[in-house]
């Protein structure tokens, strides 16, 4: 079965600090894509960033940075320069490319950039 | 493109009523899923389907839920009898096939079950 876990309900982060969202991801399929989605309190789903189970590189997108460790099944989140809108609930997700291309999320971590 | 529409974006109903969510997915994705988000249980993924046909609905919570997609552009989700319980956001989301398809969210559809 294929599961997402986000160990940190809340997080806090100062304005033009950076911060780390972390995600562990469980599955037997070798092939497989991560993502992350904010939402924000208009409740909106906006994609963020794309990882897949075969790439090499980390994935970047502008201030998201992907931080992709396969062996530890770990796809953590790290956003620079922290804004005052980057104040959300951030989830982590996970699609399985042989198991019928379903798509699970986390629970998901509620980030609060404090001023 | 007009992105993933929903309707209606806000029910209030009554205990027993029949309710019905409608979801028109973004033209040329062969993947539509819909979710129910609440505080409590976070985002559940209830059914999927691909080309039209039901993949996976082991997430619908019990058989007063149903859906339907009749073609490629239509999806519904009903709920009868609708229970309080069932309050919550139902998202629909639709995708293109491939990995690094990302999933893209209708604005959702919040129900008031009383």
């Known amino acids: 079965a294929q599961k997402i876990t986000q160990t940190q309900p809340g997080m806090f982060v100062q304005e033009k600090e950076a911060v780390t969202l972390d995600c562990t991801y469980d599955?037997?399929?070798?092939?497989?894509?991560l993502f992350w989605y904010k939402q924000p309190s208009s409740g909106e789903m906006i994609f963020l960033i794309y990882?897949?189970?075969?790439?090499?590189q980390n994935a970047t997108e502008g201030r998201y940075s992907l931080n992709f460790q396969k062996a530890r099944k770990s796809a953590n989140l790290v956003i620079s320069a922290s804004q005052l809108g980057d104040s959300a609930m951030y989830f982590c997700?996970?699609?399985?490319?042989?198991?019928?291309?379903?798509?699970?999320f986390g629970p998901g971590t509620r980030l609060s950039v404090l001023p | 493109d007009a992105g993933v529409i929903q309707s209606p974006r806000h029910e209030v109903t009554e205990m027993g009523q029949e309710v019905t969510l409608r979801c028109k997915p973004i033209?040329?994705?062969?993947?539509l899923f819909w979710y129910r988000q609440t505080m409590m249980r976070g985002l559940e993924l209830l059914i999927y389907?691909?080309?039209?046909?039901?993949?996976?609905d082991s997430g619908m919570p019990e058989d007063r839920f149903s859906a339907k997609m009749p073609n490629a552009s239509f999806s519904t989700l009903k709920i009868q009898p609708s229970e309080p319980r069932d309050s919550a956001v139902y998202f629909c989301a639709s995708r293109h096939r491939g990995m690094a398809g990302e999933l893209f969210f209708g604005e959702g559809s919040r129900l008031t079950v009383l």
């Open positions: 033209s040329g994705h062969d993947y």
């Open positions: 997700a996970m699609s399985n490319h042989n198991y019928g291309q379903n798509f699970v």
């Open positions: 990882q897949g189970s075969y790439d090499q």
């Open positions: 599955t037997s399929d070798p092939s497989y894509g």
């Open positions: 389907f691909n080309n039209n046909v039901p993949i996976d």
